[in-house]
């Protein structure tokens, strides 16, 4: 897919220095004519304005959009203001997310709370997303959807939770799935990212063992460091170019994986 004067809609992308706000600006780069920064959190609101001012400056317009993506009636209602403000939508990057971290050995702190907000944001949202954009991805010359999982989702890895680690696992068979019923006008692939330095790992963790975690992680890593958000959406979109690939999970971790 050529992305110049395409309209992308990248969810998760309101803060300060993520995956989406880089995914965001790469595409911009790249001429995206609109893009759609989309945060949940009122608090957000701020940052992904500030997304947005730096994708107009790349020559992009920008939309901002509140939307909670585990609601169906919201995830519908952001597809359809997108089509309505930019006029197609062509590109949806689901990478919206969210974790409450509980220590793998404790499975009574596993409550339905917590497998919920995880199934809910993490696997329903992404499917939601794509269910309310497939007809106006197929409405054009053909539409690109990635999906954002993690290596927790194919190996006992990370600090997060089973809950978590089973929903992303959930992201990338779902993608192949979703890919063989939406082809051939609509490609779906996975981004599978490891360990990504950024805001999100140190709120989750906090300053001091995010650092902590940071180097041990670097030092396991083939390339000799952790991922930068900008890796992440570089692979993104790579996958979005890329016209006969489909139902394929790009793992973008440095090599942890291949260690020994």
């Keep these: 897919m050529e992305v110049k004067g395409k309209v992308a809609l990248v969810t998760g992308s309101g803060s300060a220095g993520g995956i989406g706000r880089s995914t965001v600006l790469e595409l911009a780069g790249m ?30 317009r920008a939309l901002i959009q509140r ?25 949806l990057v689901n990478n919206a997310a969210t974790t409450i971290r509980v220590r793998f050995e404790d499975l009574e702190a596993l409550t339905d709370e917590v497998w919920d907000l995880n199934l809910n944001v993490n696997l329903k949202g992404p499917f939601y997303c794509i269910r309310a954009a497939r007809p106006y991805l197929e409405a054009g010359s053909g539409g690109a959807v ?17 809950a978590y680690a089973a929903a992303k696992a959930g992201v990338i068979n779902m993608t192949m799935f979703l890919a063989r019923a939406l082809a051939p006008v609509i490609r779906v692939n996975c981004v599978t990212a490891g360990f990504v330095k950024g805001q999100w790992m140190e709120q ?22 952790v991922a930068k958000p900008q890796d992440v959406a570089q692979a993104i979109c790579s996958l979005i170019s890329s016209d006969f690939i489909t139902g394929q999970n790009l793992i973008c971790d440095g090599g942890f994986l291949i260690r020994d």
């Design 31 to 60: 001429g995206a004519g609109g893009v759609v920064v989309n945060y949940a959190n009122p608090a957000s609101q701020a940052k992904a304005e500030a997304v947005a001012a730096e994708a107009e400056a790349l020559g992009a």
């Design 67 to 91: 939307a909670d993506v585990s609601d169906d009636r919201q995830c519908r209602q952001m597809v359809e203001r997108t089509v309505e403000e930019l006029g197609q939508l062509d590109i």
């Design 146 to 162: 990635v999906n954002v999982s993690s290596i927790a989702g194919i190996r006992a890895v990370g600090s997060s939770s089973i």
């Design 204 to 225: 989750s963790l906090g300053e001091d063992r995010y650092e902590k975690a940071l180097e041990r992680t670097a030092s396991r890593i083939p390339m000799g460091r």
